[in-house]
Every structure is written in C-alpha cells, then in structure tokens.
C-alpha cells in the first residue's frame, strides 16, 4: 500500500513535469525582453498608419510582428506566460488571412496535405505525457471520470448542433461545428488544469479514457446529428479516429515506456513541434478558407464563445451537482468545455474532405486556448478552500 502511494505520487510529479514543459512554468523575464513590447507596441501603430494610408500589404507585416513579438515577450514574463501561445496562434492566423498564398501551396505541393501527418505527429506527442497508469486511474476516480465523460459525448455534441443550426451556417460549417463538439478531449484541456492547479492525473485520465471511446461515440453522434446535413461515413471515421489519433498516441505510450530516464530531449523538443504543428494547421485552414472566413467568421467566433463558456459551466456545474469536490469540478469543467480541435481538424480533411467543415475545429481551437488560459490563471489566483473534515 505505501509504495502504491509513493508510485502514485512520483507518477503525478512526472505528469506535472510534462506538462510544464508544454505551458513553460514561470521565470524571470530578462529586462532586455522589454524589448519586444516596444517592438510591438511600433509595429502596431505602423499598421494603423499603413492600413490609413490604404497599404494592405505592411498594415498586415505590422499587425503580424506586433503578435509574434507580445508572443516572445509574454513568454519571458513570469505571470503572462500561459498567454504566449496564444499569441503565436493568432499571429499564424492573421498572418495566413493577410498572406494566403504563403500557405498555399509550395509549387504544386498543397500544403493542407501536410495537416494529417502534423495530427499525427502531435498526438504522438500527447502519448509521450501519457503512461498505463494513466487509465488505471479512471477506476479510482470514476464518478469524477464518468460525469465528464457522459456530458463530453452527449451534451456538448448536442449544443453544437443547437448552436450552429440557431445561427444559421451552411452544411459544411454546421457539420464541422457538431463534429468539434463530438471530440474527445485534447492535451490542451491537461495544460489547463495544471495550470489552475486542478487535479491533473484526473484530466490526464479523462483525456485518455475518452480518447479511447472516441472511435465509437464520434461517428455515433456524427452519425445521429449531421447525417442530414452531409454524407457521414461512420466506419471510415471510426477507421480515421484509430489511424489520426489512437495508434498515434499509443506510438507515444511506447516511446515513453521505451525511453523512460533517457526522454530529456524529447521532453523539450515534442511542446514546441506540436505548438508549432497547430499554429501551421491552423494558419493552412485559415488561408483555405479565407474569403468564408471574412464573411462568417464573426459568427464562428461567436459559435465558437457561447459553446466553449456553457461547456465550462456544464462541466462544472455538473460535477459539483454529483458532490464532486471543488478542485475535481474545476478539472471537468476544462475537460468538458475543450475538445480536441486537432482531431476535429483532421477528420474533417481525411473523413469529410471539406476545409470549410474544418473551419469550426480551427476556430474553436483558437478561441479555446485563449479562453482556457484565461480562466487557468484566474482559478490559480483563487485556490479551493480546504474541503471541511
């Protein structure tokens, strides 16, 4: 029995270490970082002035150098660095708004090509934070797993549907909004709960258990909510679930098992290729669609706002309704209210072939880091009152 707790405790020590590396744990920021605030704050104005004098062209540079240089001075700064790749996120979408032809195609190489192999190299990523004894810990948390998993398959798939259908979008946009909502959740969802000091081995748990059922509840509620709206192939999605998403991440499994006290390396260099992956994924979807973008893009984003908040109040909520403490209900309500906006992506490229479906995955993504870093460093200010004994 102790040395299960002493295991326990150094499994969550690691799990809290690889997180850390993915949202970058606070430093002290080097003075000469101010920098890049200035930098900034000169390139934001020289796009006011070029956007006044009618230069598309250098209002959008200045409008790109201005978020990528608050991207490396947010990253040196001890209290806003959850916020930095959220900078970088919107600096390769804007900047893929304003330079399409850069993400394009290289020759005759389409570079939407390089999204499913980029999915799949990010979830390898997430397998490598992961470990067996990751799923074993559903069965001492399973209520707090079970609330989360039955809202995260069953609710949010259906606000999806209510949502995108109340505005009025077309086929293909409604069809990637629901298909967003009918994700499992992502490591995005983990970065968050340690960075609120919620209870990670409960998000890391519920992230791979519903990972794990995602190749049956994805196509069932695809199947039951956008089978009108556009053909749904529910075994070529269950087939593209386990290839995009599930072999992946237990190559992962693997290569953590594998190269355990010899992963440094890979600790360091696997956050920023996948950071990396999703700013390019985003700004090849955002550069594919960008005449949609500039016409219903206010709506997605607001689709993206209602659907993102009710899912955190659901999750949480939902899980202080079933006597879950406060600390656990904190974690569900990241888990419930983020999906995964990679997955969704990719199988609205490998499954449904639209780039306009792929559209809600990429939007809600972005707004979903911008939102959870948001309400992560909120709660980190405001930790649960000890539970009274």
């Not at 700013?279 to 607001?302: E, H, M, P, Q, S």
């Not at 870093?373 to 009152?385: D, G, I, M, V």
Request: a positive charge.
């Amino acid at each position: 029995m102790q040395r299960a707790g002493i295991m326990s405790r150094k499994g969550n020590q690691r799990m809290a270490q690889d997180l850390s590396q993915l949202s970058g744990d606070p430093q002290n920021a080097s003075p000469r970082t101010n920098l890049f605030l200035w930098i900034a704050a000169a390139a934001a104005l020289a796009a006011v002035a070029a956007w006044i004098a009618g230069s598309v062209v250098f209002a959008g540079a200045g409008v790109v150098l201005a978020l990528c240089s608050l991207a490396i001075f947010f990253q040196a700064h001890a209290t806003l660095k959850i916020f930095a790749f959220t900078f970088w996120v919107f600096a390769f979408f804007i900047g893929a708004l304003f330079f399409p032809a850069g993400f394009l195609t290289w020759g005759s190489f389409e570079q939407k090509r390089l999204i499913v192999p980029l999915i799949q190299l990010i979830m390898f990523g997430m397998g490598a934070t992961l470990s067996l004894g990751d799923f074993g810990r559903a069965l001492k948390m399973p209520k707090a797993v079970a609330v989360g998993i039955l809202l995260q398959f069953s609710v949010i798939p259906v606000l999806g549907w209510a949502i995108a259908t109340s505005i009025g979008f077309d086929p293909e946009v409604t069809t990637g909004i629901i298909l967003i909502g009918a994700c499992s959740g992502g490591v995005a969802s983990n970065v968050m709960a340690y960075l609120a000091k919620g209870n990670v081995a409960l998000s890391v748990t519920m992230t791979a258990c519903s990972t794990m059922m995602a190749p049956i509840m994805t196509p069932l509620a695809m199947k039951l909510l956008a089978g009108e709206l556009m053909e749904i192939d529910s075994y070529a999605m269950m087939i593209s679930i386990l290839k995009l998403i599930v072999l992946p991440i237990a190559a992962g499994l693997l290569a953590n098992h594998l190269m355990h006290g010899r992963r440094a390396w890979l600790d360091k260099a696997l956050p920023v290729v996948s950071m990396s992956g999703i700013c390019y994924i985003i700004a090849i979807i955002a550069a594919n669609n960008r005449d949609k973008i500039l016409t219903v893009g206010a709506g997605l984003f607001a689709a993206a706002i209602l659907h993102n908040c009710i899912g955190y109040l659901l999750g949480y909520w939902g899980a202080r309704a079933s006597g879950i403490n406060e600390t656990d209900s904190r974690t569900v309500a990241f888990e419930v209210g983020m999906q995964n906006g990679g997955m969704g992506t990719a199988l609205a490229m490998d499954v449904l072939k639209s780039s306009s479906a792929a559209l809600g995955p990429a939007i809600f993504g972005t707004w979903m880091n911008i939102s959870g870093s948001t309400l992560a460093s909120w709660w980190r200010e405001r930790p649960p009152k000890p539970a009274a004994v």
